[in-house]
Every structure is written in structure tokens, then in C-alpha cells.
């Protein structure tokens, strides 16, 4: 990958190999969006409600996830790849299964899953990014707190 430049006191190695990390970031980010609006779109029965309108602020909170890490990859003079084929290409994760018409329970189980993958994937990292660029680590840490927060508000449905 060819670097527009590098930011001070990182080397071409290093901000190359952030931003790989960071690009895999971006994609589950992207993906994660685009998950949770289909869910807010198709649950159904009991809770209904409660569920459609706690997804949408995860979906709008995951969209500045991803714009936030798609700004420090051109921060470190990389380009971010935003588009379909960069989501396919960098999965590592497994996606949701579920589609059309489903109960908010069936949704729910699946986005706990999902936000399981998502947050050990950001967990992983954090380890790698501490080594490397301690500014690129605490965003992903920011993220980690928030998904980890909307995690507990789906748990807390299936209790």
C-alpha cells in the first residue's frame, strides 16, 4: 500500500500495519451498521417497539464508529475502503444469518451473537494497536465500551 505520509513518530512499517488492523475494523464497523438496520427493520411480536427504537441509536453510533476509524486511516496517510467488496474481502467474522420477518427474541440472540465476534475482534486489536500506536488504541477502546453497553441493553431483553 502506498502511504500519502506518515504522521510523526510513526515509520512507513508500522502506520502500513495499523492500518491493515484498522481497515478490518472499519469493515465489521460497516457491516454492523448495515446488520442492525436490517434487524430494526424486521423485528416483530412482543417487545416490538422497545427493540425497533433501541436499534436505531446502535445503528447511528456504529456509523461514527466507522467514519471515526475511516478518519484515522487518513490520519496515518492511508486510504479507508468504504465500499461492499472491502466488507467481503476483510471478514473474519461470522455474519447473521437471519432475514425477512422475525421476532425481536430470534434477532436479539442472533445480535448478541454478532456483537460477541465484533467485540473479541475489537479486544484482539486493542493488543495489537498497544504495541503500535496508542492513539489508534483508544479509539478502538471507545468502541469497545459502547458496543459492550449495547450488548447489555439486548442481554437485558433476554433475561
Not at 135 to 157: P, T, Y
Request: glycine share 6%; with cysteine.
Amino acid at each position: 500500500m502506498a502511504l500519502t505520509f506518515t504522521v510523526p513518530g510513526l515509520d512507513e512499517a508500522a502506520s502500513e500495519k495499523i492500518i491493515s488492523i484498522l481497515q478490518n475494523r472499519l469493515s465489521q464497523e460497516q457491516e454492523a451498521s448495515l446488520v442492525l438496520k436490517h434487524a430494526h427493520w424486521n423485528v416483530t411480536g412482543p417487545n416490538f417497539i422497545a427493540v425497533h427504537l433501541m436499534l436505531d441509536p446502535q445503528v447511528d453510533e456504529v456509523r461514527n464508529m466507522a467514519d471515526e476509524t475511516a478518519e484515522r486511516i487518513a490520519t496515518l496517510g492511508g486510504s479507508p475502503d468504504g465500499r461492499p467488496e472491502a466488507i467481503i474481502r476483510n471478514r473474519t467474522w461470522k455474519g447473521v444469518d437471519l432475514d425477512g420477518r422475525k421476532s425481536t427474541l430470534d434477532y436479539l440472540k442472533a445480535l448478541c451473537g454478532f456483537y460477541d465476534s465484533f467485540i473479541a475482534d475489537d479486544r484482539e486489536a486493542i493488543k495489537e494497536l498497544d504495541e503500535l500506536d496508542v492513539v489508534s488504541s483508544n479509539i478502538i477502546q471507545d468502541h469497545v465500551q459502547k458496543l459492550e453497553a449495547f450488548q447489555w441493553f439486548m442481554r437485558s431483553h433476554l433475561i
